[in-house]
């Protein structure tokens, strides 16, 4: 499978560089970065850390690559990753998206743009997540409102969002498992006298510091009694291969707006 990454500078793009030349029926491409880039025109591979250049150097022109390219991996921005998809949907092809912070009308647009892309979009590539998921959805559906639900949260001091896309993940399957809605229901920030936590509401505490990769806890906490579902990520190698095995997947579906959870049959 052909395969651009773009953001290809940042730690993401790197990984996903090294991981691409290390997966037997997968090639790199291309690799994009925005014009301001001190890195443009450097070689992926060499950026990569791998032991010889690939021959592709960092360039700011998507639309060439995407012409000649199976599938897009992004971890990038917002604005950046809308665009993206506009061209992923002229070209047809698979546009794998671990992209955070994205808001409900960049949502809308992701699923229009999924009329012609395979888009396949998550808050977090990684199979340990996306089962921890199905994990919450079932304990919030079994336990019911009687327990409470906290989701939380801690990344490295860098991060810029806040609570994490796999954090807002796990609160969508509580959600789901609740059958209401997260949006009316999630507490993001307490402070001062806020008085007794509602009953129902899903909360969020968000830790930042130091070099932590993720870590995720979704506690249900009931009368007498506490359940905690807890991931933590090592190494962003696994986002890197789980994105890979997204666009694999993906290349084989008919245009339209997939999940992990699609991608792992849960």
């Given amino acids: 499978m052909r395969l651009v990454v773009v953001g290809s500078s940042g730690r993401m793009g790197r990984m996903l560089i090294k991981a691409i030349a290390e997966t037997e029926d997968c090639t790199l491409v291309g690799a994009i970065e ?18 010889a250049p690939l021959g592709i150097p960092l360039s700011t022109d998507p639309l060439p690559l995407f012409a000649n390219c199976d599938g897009v991996i992004d971890f990038t921005a917002p604005a950046a990753t809308l665009g993206y998809a506009e061209l992923a949907a002229q070209a047809r092809i698979v546009h794998v998206i671990g992209t955070t912070g994205l808001t ?3 949502f809308e647009k992701l699923r229009a743009a999924a009329r012609h892309a395979r888009i396949v979009q998550s808050g977090n590539m990684s199979l340990g997540v996306n089962l921890l998921a199905g994990l919450v959805k079932k304990a919030a559906a079994t336990l019911g409102a ?7 949260e801690m990344h490295h001091r860098m991060k810029v969002d806040a609570p994490s896309g796999t954090a807002l ?7 789901e498992g609740r059958e209401i809605s997260l949006k009316e229901h999630s507490v993001r920030v307490r402070d001062g006298h806020t008085g007794a936590r509602e009953r129902g509401s899903i909360g969020f505490a968000t830790l930042r510091g130091g070099t932590v990769i993720g870590d995720h806890s979704v506690i249900f906490a009931g009368a007498s009694e506490r ?3 807890v991931h933590r990520a090592e190494d962003r190698g696994i986002f890197a ?5 997204a666009a694999q997947w993906a290349f084989k579906q008919k245009p339209g707006y997939y999940t992990m959870t699609d991608v792992l049959g849960l």
Avoid: R, T
């Fill in 169 to 175: 993940l796990l609160g969508e399957a509580a959600a």
């Fill in 104 to 106: 409900e009308p960049d």
């Fill in 146 to 152: 009687d327990f409470d639900i906290e989701i939380l």
């Fill in 34 to 51: 925005h014009e301001h880039s001190p890195f443009v025109g450097q070689d992926a591979g060499a950026l990569a850390g791998l032991p």
């Fill in 241 to 245: 291969s789980g994105a890979i095995k």
């Fill in 227 to 229: 359940l905690e579902l």
